[in-house]
Nanobody
């Protein structure tokens, strides 16, 4: 069973930075595409950043140039470095592992950006 646990959220001022981390247990992490998603109250969950098993990345237009996704296969971790944060980035952030055609989600970590 694949388990996903996020950490690193918090309160930060506009213009600040945070780094989210996600650790995955179970299965073979190095084979999994991984993604960060976010959801604000009253809105649908949206993709923020994706990274393939080979390390290719893809970003939502709203975060390009500000956020960076990376992975450490030895530690079964994926990170989301968030710079130049703005209030619109306020959301619950979720990490997802794609294994066997199924999405495995963590419980989420809250990010609040104050203006």
């Amino acid at each position: 069973q694949v388990q996903v646990v996020e950490s690193g959220g918090g309160l930060v001022q506009s213009g600040g930075s945070l780094r989210l981390a996600c650790v995955v247990s179970g299965g073979r992490f190095s084979l999994y595409p991984m993604g960060w998603y976010r959801q604000s109250p009253g809105k649908q969950r949206e993709m923020v950043a994706l990274i393939t098993s080979a390390g290719s990345t893809n970003y939502a237009d709203s975060v390009k140039g500000r956020f960076t996704i990376s992975r450490d296969n030895a530690e079964s971790r994926v990170y989301l470095q968030m710079n130049s944060l703005i209030p619109e980035d306020t959301a619950d952030y979720f990490c997802s592992a794609i294994a066997g055609g199924r999405y495995y989600w963590g419980q989420g970590t809250q990010v609040t950006v104050s203006s």
